[in-house]
């Protein structure tokens, strides 16, 4: 409690001292009306060579916060109008009022295409990072959707797990374990595990809740993407990258704090200011604190989040910027329930029947653990003409974990009576800690872009070195079974699995194998990559892209802490291609688009023969259509696509003499329709709607599996929806209210012959939210799960979900 009253004064504190910062400076304000006296919409109002500008409302009214002291040039301007400017002089502290008349008439107005300002708040029409170029989505033959600070702030959403239930096609499978090397939560796209582990493009594991303090925007772009992203941080479904905020020019911020449900107390700051006086440098800090409890027994998560950042822009030419982020916290685990006998003889096969305590843990006090991870981000970026430039990229990764990682089993009453008849009252309650684990990550990447033409084609390019490094010093310690008790939570030995009796269970059995094990998990591994991308305007609709990675992995091998002579180094090269076609049907607002995608992961191991495994390969080929239509107000992706998995690792049961020998001949066909819309029918009202359909199988494989749904896949149907209206006018401008859910289908967590099928039930999961958004401070109240839905989601697990819960909010502005 000490803590977190020193914590709150700390931001007390550097509140009041933002605020007198900011009365160092001014607001420029006014209105823009046609020559016939309408307001006129719609129009950039901003400081000449600043950077700094506003858009006009429907009431013609713009508002330019943070405008220090100083003679400026202010300009009115629109596509298809005449530009005004005035002179004006800002005083500090002192607000000024400029109004402007333009030319054109309010018919005049509405004749020319000047709606262009971001209406459909929800969508955005560009990325730097999926294709490692400034490319708009239109011109791009990848799918990926993009989750916005402003979904993220009308639903209110504090992390990057709660803020994927806007992607389509992607369903969460575990929380994250916040151990040492982990990327945080899992999550299943088109029919494969996805971590969050990139950072604008880079290495930048979070293993422990992903906060959203410091987030601009989420990316989840689909399919193999190993061309222009390698293995290591990527997976055959995609990859999840987070764009992080960036210091601007000016002063101002934001401090919010939040309570709710389950103990929830919330406190983030973001603060922006000058660091030098020539403002060539700035800096921005964002920060949380973050408790939450559990409808569970036990269950908890404490965490401090720090993300600096600070931008120096040398000259016109040369530009640096420096980031961070610092997680740390102590948490438990939430409840993840395994199986290790057949389901047939559990006496049911879905996690509705079970009879599991839904509200209880099976733990007891003090089974926690520590987590930390600290990423270090820098970037240089040179322009050396108007057509090409550098950027040169570091990021370090360290990740460390120490504690408990509990979990359960569901017994079979006939593994304790073999002449019962089926069923299961009772669960195996089992740990597996950390101690002291830590993994680094390092990563430099060289990028040069450049825009050239070839006769009359226009050709975008970029060329890539990539140096990944990863060294891994882990250690786990487990137990398979500390005791028995009831699945209803009733048993009189419900509380003994507690931090006390688990360390002394460990100390009383550490020099017994056959009771604790160990897992060492220490290597080294170096990859070099070197990759070129080409996207080529062959008309001015129809566009091509090529691209190609070359992969060396060099892995030195694995050890212990005891420093054994390192074992199982080996060594592939992979090459990697994509090829992509967009042919606009109309010009920026319809585009058909297909792809070759390509995924690899290096695997290690002989096969029955004796010979090397090669790595394995996923190969994509889809198509679809992507929209943008009516000035942006609807945009969105229809696609159908085609994935196999080659040459998996499978046993081989050929040969008698070697009942572990293995073959390379496996396949896995992941094929599926996803359909993304992003709407702004009318000013104030937002859309977010998905669909998505996966089938896979697997071929090649072992008896137990062939021809089957891989168990790791998530529910293969699954849609989200979220409608938000915003009142734009009138007393009661600012206000807005949101509601929206998730689906998802039947799930197999278990699905083979020897073990039989395990189904978590299919789910549908309401929220809501309503929220009052002024210039100066915003106030939001959220339900999630208003319905309080009972719903598992597993990966090879049942894990219960969040019941009803809810949040408010209260964020001044300044």
């Given amino acids: 409690m000490h803590k977190i009253r020193l914590l709150i004064l700390t931001f007390f504190l550097t509140s009041i001292n933002i605020i007198a910062l900011a009365q160092q400076f001014a607001t420029v304000k006014g209105t823009i009306t046609t020559s016939d006296g309408k307001p006129a919409a719609y129009i950039s109002v901003g400081l000449k060579g600043k950077g700094q500008g506003s858009i006009t409302d429907e009431r013609g009214f713009f508002e330019i916060q943070k405008v220090k002291a100083g003679t400026y040039s202010l300009r009115a301007s629109g596509v298809g109008i005449q530009s005004s400017e005035k002179n004006i002089i800002v005083l500090a502290g002192q607000n000024q009022i400029i109004d402007f008349v333009i030319s054109q008439s309010s018919n005049q ?25 400034p490319l708009t989505n239109l011109e ?39 151990r040492g090397g982990d990327g945080g939560a899992y999550y299943a796209s088109r029919g494969f595990i996805v971590q969050a582990k990139l950072r604008n493009g880079l290495a930048g594991n979070v293993t422990s809740r992903n906060d959203a303090a410091n987030l601009e925007s989420i990316e989840i772009i689909k399919g193999p993407s190993a061309t222009l992203f390698g293995s290591t941080l990527t997976s055959y479904g995609g990859l999840i990258n987070r764009v992080t905020k960036k210091p601007f020019e000016g ?150 974990s120490n504690g408990r990682g509990s979990y359960l089993f569901l017994v079979p009453n006939s593994y304790l009576n073999p002449s019962a008849a089926p069923g299961a009252d009772y ?35 970029v060329l890539g070195l990539d140096y990944l490094r990863q060294n891994s010093d882990q250690l786990f310690y487990s137990i398979n079974t500390f005791d028995l008790t009831n699945k209803n939570g009733t048993d009189p030995n419900y509380n003994n699995f507690n931090e006390s009796n688990l360390a002394a269970f460990y100390t009383a059995n550490a ?123 609807l945009t969105g992706s229809v696609s159908y696509y085609d994935i196999k998995v080659k040459d998996i690792v499978r046993g081989y049961n050929g040969d008698p003499l070697n009942p572990n020998a293995q073959i390379q001949d496996g396949n896995k066909i992941s094929k599926g329709i996803e359909a993304e819309i992003v709407a702004n029918p009318i000013n104030g009202l937002n859309i977010i709607a998905g669909f998505a359909y996966n089938d896979n199988h697997l071929e090649n494989a072992s008896a137990d599996v062939e021809g ?22 009138g007393s009661i401008k600012g206000f807005g209210l949101g509601a929206g859910g998730n689906y998802a289908s039947d799930n197999m967590i278990v699905n083979s012959v020897s073990q039989g099928i395990f189904t978590l039930p299919a789910y549908k999961v309401y929220n809501a939210s309503v929220f009052y958004d002024h210039q100066r401070f915003r106030i939001g109240v959220k339900a999630d799960n208003f319905t309080n839905q009972k719903y598992w989601t597993g990966y090879s697990t049942m894990n219960p979900q969040d019941l009803r819960t809810f949040t408010g909010s209260f964020t001044y502005k300044f």
Avoid: C
């Fill in 511 to 633: 020099n017994d194998p056959n009771v604790v094990f160990k897992y060492p998990v220490n290597y080294i591994s170096n990859t070099y990559s070197a990759y070129a991308s080409d996207v080529i305007n062959l008309t001015d609709k129809f566009i091509a892209l090529a691209a190609i990675r070359v992969d060396r992995f060099d892995n030195k091998g694995n050890s212990d802490r005891a420093g054994s002579t390192r074992t199982g180094a080996y060594k592939q090269t992979v090459f990697s291609p994509k090829f992509g076609l967009v042919y606009q049907i109309v010009k920026d607002q319809v585009s058909l688009f297909a792809n070759y995608q390509n995924g690899f992961n290096n695997i290690n191991g002989i096969d029955y023969r004796g010979e090397s495994f090669k790595p394995e390969q996923a190969n994509q080929i889809e198509g679809g259509v992507k929209l943008s239509a009516f000035n942006d107000r």
């Fill in 140 to 178: 791009n033959p990848q799918v990926y959707t993009t989750i916005s600070k402003e979904t993220i702030a009308d639903q209110l959403i504090f992390s990057v797990d709660d803020a994927t239930r806007n992607a389509t096609g992607l369903q969460k499978m575990w929380e994250s374990t916040s």
């Fill in 251 to 400: 002063i101002g911020g934001e401090i919010t704090y939040a309570a709710g449900s389950n103990d929830l107390n919330r406190v983030s700051t973001d603060f922006n200011f000058p660091v030098d006086k020539n403002n060539k440098i700035y800096a921005r800090l964002n920060t949380s604190y973050n408790y939450k409890g559990s409808f569970q027994d036990n269950v908890f998560d404490r965490g401090l989040f720090l993300a600096p950042s600070l931008s120096y822009k040398v000259n016109d030419k040369l530009d640096f910027s420096f980031d961070a982020e610092i997680a740390s916290g102590t948490n438990t685990l939430k409840p993840f329930v395994f199986f290790y006998f057949p389901v047939a003889q559990l006496g049911f096969d879905r996690a509705d029947q079970a009879g599991i305590d839904y509200n209880k843990s099976f733990i007891g006090t003090g089974m926690k653990q520590k987590y930390q991870s600290t990423n270090f981000f820098a970037q240089a970026n040179y322009k050396f003409n108007d057509n090409w430039s550098s950027h040169t990229n570091f990021s370090s990764n360290y990740s460390f």
């Fill in 427 to 461: 669960l195996s309650r089992a740990d597996q800690s950390t101690d002291n684990s830590k993994n680094y990550t390092y990563e430099v990447q060289q990028n040069f872009n450049g825009n050239f033409n070839i006769g009359s084609i226009k050709n975008r390019l």
């Fill in 109 to 133: 107005l509405n004749e020319v295409n000047i709606n262009k300002v971001r209406v459909n708040k929800y969508a955005t029409k560009k990325s730097d990072y999926v294709s490692k170029m």
């Fill in 708 to 729: 089957r749904r891989d168990a790791y896949s998530a529910a293969p149907y699954s849609a989200n929806l979220w409608i938000s209206y915003k009142f734009l006018n």
